[in-house]
């Protein structure tokens, strides 16, 4: 039986979302005891993330139904990611070093592994959750989430197809995607908050990060102006005028592969999504090395924050905290918390290992399981200028999602049959 939420008129949402944002950092900012003492352990960006969800749960708004994640994911994102990587120094994140690689890689090949390892340990406890070898078993279902976190939607559509998953199946696995994804972010997020305390027990070389977000602090400092109305409308025409031209030349792009190269689906040229974000991405990077760098001095970052503020909160208005208790999905939801403790597991024994700073696994891990809307969430609550990393990793995730995906279903097909 379904209800109707309170709300069904998205601008009523986005109020709701706003108000919420304003709250969150109006409190973070005061000087009362209380607000100072509970935002040391509760980190700002996970209530911006959480509370919406509360909206979802208690049936005030339908995450499902509303459109202001599309919208913020297909505006608002590309408009961020460029107002981001406009002011980024490639140089400067080149310097970084191969860790962030290592560390995204570690997080795929955990991902991978991390499937097959959760289906043995379930189905020793409970061999009837395997369901068989049809459309809806479960090992199937499994592949369309390996897609998912490894590259995002796309990827995920594509093994729907290539595995031929039942359509009961694959609903239940979207909802332990989203749930599962989504509390592993939140973990990421208070983790980032501790970064430094993190860093300095595991002996972590923060130097190279250091001296980047020192470089942007920097340039701020000796740049940044109060923004003029001039400012303001620069930075929203070169925002929103790159996403037009996103979206675009993304809608001749994909289509285009479809009809005339069907196989680069495996490639993830078919998805508009995908080349919103390489054109918005690609074109901000031109930026940077042009004229139009020096709107950063007038706060294109600051834009770019609020319009990923706001895609966090949509973020979260997808999340159902009622349903971690729903009995009948509770063994498809302990596949994916034992697979992300697999993933987990990876991430830190490998950075612990290369003394790989929290940021290169926090990142690493997100953009191959959030992808590029959520990866640079992530890397910003470690620093706004280090979102551009976000960026490039999950672009990443992309090229080697559906080959890595494919290869964690046939790993989950031997276990099955």
């Not at 352990?41 to 995450?63: E, H, K, M, Q, R």
């Not at 031209?245 to 998805?271: I, K, M």
């Not at 690609?282 to 950063?296: D, M, N, R, W």
Request: a neutral charge; aromatic letters at 12%.
């Amino acid at each position: 039986m379904t209800t109707t939420p309170m709300v069904t008129n998205d601008a009523t949402a986005l109020g709701l979302l706003a108000v919420i944002l304003g709250f969150v950092f109006y409190t973070s900012s005061s000087a009362h005891p209380f607000w100072q003492k509970f935002y040391k352990f509760i980190p700002a960006l996970l209530l911006c993330y959480f509370l919406p969800s509360l909206l979802n749960t208690f049936g005030i708004v339908d995450g499902d139904t509303s459109k202001l994640y599309y919208v913020a994911s297909r505006y608002l994102l590309p408009a961020c990611l460029v107002l981001l990587i406009l002011s980024v120094d490639l140089k400067a994140i080149l310097s970084l070093g191969p860790k962030a690689i290592v560390m995204f890689l570690t997080g795929t090949v955990g991902i991978v592994i991390g499937g097959p390892i959760a289906l043995l340990v379930i189905s020793a406890i409970n061999p009837d959750v395997l369901g068989g070898n049809g459309p809806d078993a479960v090992w199937r279902g499994m592949t369309t989430l390996a897609g998912s976190w490894i590259g995002g939607g796309a990827n995920q559509a594509s093994m729907k197809e290539i595995y031929e998953v039942g359509g009961d199946i694959f609903s239940v696995m979207v909802t332990v995607d989203v749930i599962v994804a989504n509390l592993w972010m939140a973990v990421l997020l208070l983790m980032a908050s501790r970064a430094k305390e993190i860093d300095a027990k595991t002996g972590a070389d923060t130097t190279a990060l250091e001296a980047l977000k020192a470089k942007v602090e920097k340039y701020h400092a000796e740049n940044a102006r109060i923004p003029s109305l001039r400012d303001l409308m620069l930075i929203v025409a070169i925002g929103f005028g790159v996403t037009g031209l996103a979206h675009f030349a993304a809608d001749f792009l994909g289509p285009f592969f479809e009809v005339n190269y069907p196989w680069t689906q495996d490639y993830s040229l078919t998805s508009k999504f995908f080349w919103l974000v390489v054109i918005a991405t690609t074109i901000g990077l031109a930026l940077s090395f042009s004229p139009v760098k020096q709107i950063e001095a007038a706060g294109a970052s600051k834009v770019a924050s609020a319009f990923l503020y706001i895609l966090v909160a949509t973020i979260g208005l997808h999340m159902d905290v009622s349903k971690l208790a729903d009995e009948q999905n509770l063994w498809y939801f302990a596949i994916g918390i034992i697979w992300m403790l697999v993933h987990a597991s990876f991430m830190l024994i490998v950075a612990k290992i290369i003394k790989a700073p929290l940021f290169y696994m926090a990142v690493g891990s997100q953009a191959n399981v959030g992808g590029a809307a959520s990866a640079p969430v992530v890397a910003a609550a470690f620093h706004p200028a280090l979102a551009p990393v976000g960026v490039l990793l999950a672009v990443l995730g992309y090229a080697v999602g559906t080959y890595m995906a494919w290869m964690c279903g046939q790993l989950l097909q031997i276990l099955a049959v």
